[in-house]
């Protein structure tokens, strides 16, 4: 009787509706529709609700707008880890800071904006405007790309869900992309970990598949990780990729690999995963990294090691800050997530974790062995954000599901929370070095030399000042080097606090020499441009007036925060120098050698 009734149920069960061309095309017109299109295959990314052409090109649009309309800085490292990098790859001018010296950075992502700069100049293209603005704009389209796959990444995830709330959670969750105010600040941005944060979900759109019932194709049961096809060797070669960018990806990949592998039914399957897919990606994304640092630096080395040793094993980053270990839960992530972290905990429930348990504990890993260091910013939870996007999608769909109220409600806190503080950084916020560099652009004929007074490369270099070669100003920024690194056989010497700064300031001139700027012991009274260079700042902003004084070589321009004009301006007008130049900065200065504004000082000929 048991036996008769089950067959009953299978015979009595209707058929999946057909697939036709008919209906493929309803579903491209109809992207935002709540009515899933079924396939007899299930519920791959492709082969339900995919992007039009013209919901793509208007997503594209919208990131390209936002790169393009931003003029304020972040962090030095969206400069002088990447644009900097690949300015002096191709052009030859600029300078390297020292992780470079100490070859701690992959190659990788500046060699992809090199291949930008050179075809650039190849198309006799590179403006200096174009070689300024062009890397934003490049990775604007990329977080664009990622906009796509976080939808069909949450399409596939809940889209063939049989709890009607759920079937909107891709509406939903592209919406909280597009309008994420971290995302639209940080996203365009040529930070590492911006690339990182767009490649995790490039990745993940083709390793997360869904498992159905084996009596409906309907009845979703889970979503898993793809351990071999085609699709798993694109999806693990994007992952591999987004390691060499960053290697702390390594960690969200760690989680996904092991779900790959558990999830995976036989240990024939796992081992033709692992030997046919896995390994060679991995195995290839090394190699491909040693031949780019080769390239780069001359000689073998293995960067993702020296990376893990100066982060992890040692304490050199936290020369530049520390925070206590629930920063990133007090602060970090609350801060990066926005209003997301609401629809977030409204997510997270039952069908959430049986659905999405891998993005959640990537994410949770993530943020606790980031934690473990003392070193913490934003930007380096960023890529938990794409992470947890499909559960923001799926808890604003949950909450307005069949509540028109709700539904507008919901959407106009969205724009309201995120979109006055997205414009507000990105066009406002420490907008002064840019500007100044926008102004030394314009300036006719260009200067010799340009001299910053400033907290350590705060502002872009020659990749925003791209002149014609030969080029004609040169730029020069004080430095920072951990003290850590500071007696490797290959660093440049630099001045730090106690060696520059004397213990009684009212002695005389010969008392307060320099300390020796080169490996020979030495007193100088006269301070060349070059020798100025490598100060430490923290040195030159304990006692900013002994440098100055000491200029022999007196530069056409100097920059600096205008609270450090009052301690040398007598300095200044002494080399015949005249501001010419009062920049906004900053409503809120982010630090005590910040100011609201930056000021431009010029030698003006008697």
């Not at 519920?43 to 393009?68: D, E, K, W």
Request: charged share 15%; net charge positive.
């Amino acid at each position: 009787m048991r036996l008769y009734q089950r067959r009953r149920d299978v015979v009595m069960s209707p058929p999946p509706p057909p697939t036709s061309s008919d209906d493929n095309n309803a579903s491209e017109q109809h992207i935002f529709s709540g009515d899933t299109q079924y396939t007899k295959r299930g519920c791959s990314p492709r082969q339900s609700q995919p992007f039009s052409a013209n919901i793509g090109l208007t997503i594209l649009v919208f990131r390209l707008l936002g790169a393009f309309i931003i003029s304020t800085s972040f962090v030095p490292d969206e400069y002088w880890q990447c644009v900097e990098v690949a300015h002096h790859m191709v052009f030859g001018t600029g300078q390297l800071t020292w992780e470079w010296q100490h070859h701690l950075r992959g190659s990788l992502h500046p060699w992809i904006f090199a291949a930008l700069f050179k075809i650039l100049s190849l198309c006799r293209m590179d403006y200096s405007w174009l070689i300024a603005y062009s890397p934003r704009l490049l990775q604007g389209a990329l977080v664009a790309r990622a906009d796509m796959a976080i939808y069909r990444i949450t399409n596939t995830i809940f889209g063939t869900s049989t709890d009607a709330p759920g079937s909107r959670a891709a509406t939903w969750g592209i919406i909280c992309s597009l309008t994420h105010w971290f995302t639209f600040y940080c996203g365009p941005r040529t930070l590492s970990s911006s690339s990182e944060a767009a490649l995790v979900p490039l990745a993940l759109e083709y390793l997360l598949v869904c498992n159905t019932s084996s009596t409906t194709k309907r009845d979703v049961v889970g979503v898993s990780v793809k351990l071999k096809g085609a699709r798993a060797l694109v999806g693990w070669t994007v992952a591999a990729l987004s390691v060499l960018v960053r290697p702390s990806a390594v960690i969200v990949w760690a989680v996904f690999g092991m779900a790959a592998v558990c999830q995976t039914p036989t240990w024939g399957d796992r081992l033709r995963g692992l030997l046919q897919i896995v390994l060679p990606v991995a195995l290839s994304a090394l190699a491909l990294s040693l031949v780019l640092d080769r390239l780069f630096y001359s000689e073998w080395t293995f960067v993702q090691w020296n990376f893990a040793q100066f982060n992890v094993l040692s304490d050199s980053a936290d020369y530049y800050g520390v925070h206590p270990w629930h920063w990133y839960l007090t602060q970090g992530v609350p801060t990066v997530l926005g209003s997301m972290i609401f629809s977030v905990a409204i997510g997270i429930d039952g069908e959430c974790l049986r659905r999405c348990w891998h993005l959640l504990m990537a994410s949770v890993l993530y943020v606790l062995i980031h934690s473990s260091l003392g070193h913490k910013e934003f930007r380096f939870v960023f890529v938990i954000v794409p992470l947890l996007m499909p559960i923001a999608g799926y808890g604003l769909s949950k909450w307005s599901w069949k509540q028109p109220k709700r539904c507008a409600l919901a959407l106009a806190m969205i724009v309201l929370m995120n979109a006055p503080i997205a414009l507000y950084t990105t066009m406002a916020h420490q907008r002064g070095p840019e500007a100044v560099m926008a102004h030394l652009r314009s300036l006719e004929p260009p200067p010799d030399g340009v001299l910053f007074l400033t907290q350590c490369h705060p502002s872009p270099a020659y990749s925003f000042l791209h002149q014609p070669l030969p080029a004609k100003t040169q730029l020069y920024f004080l430095q920072c080097p951990p003290p850590s690194l500071e007696q490797h056989k290959d660093s440049e010497p630099t001045l730090s606090f106690a060696s520059t700064v004397p213990s009684n300031p009212s002695t005389t001139a010969s008392t307060n020499s320099t300390a020796t700027l080169t490996k020979a012991s030495s007193l100088q009274s006269c301070m060349s441009l070059e020798d100025l260079s490598r100060i430490r700042s923290d040195a030159l902003f304990a006692n900013p007036s002994l440098f100055v004084d000491r200029l022999c070589t007196v530069p056409d321009v100097i920059v600096l925060y205008e609270n450090l004009v009052s301690q040398v301006e007598a300095s200044l007008r002494t080399l015949n120098m005249a501001r010419t130049k009062r920049l906004f900065h900053a409503h809120v200065p982010m630090s005590d050698r910040d100011a609201t504004h930056i000021e431009v000082w010029t030698r003006y000929t008697t």
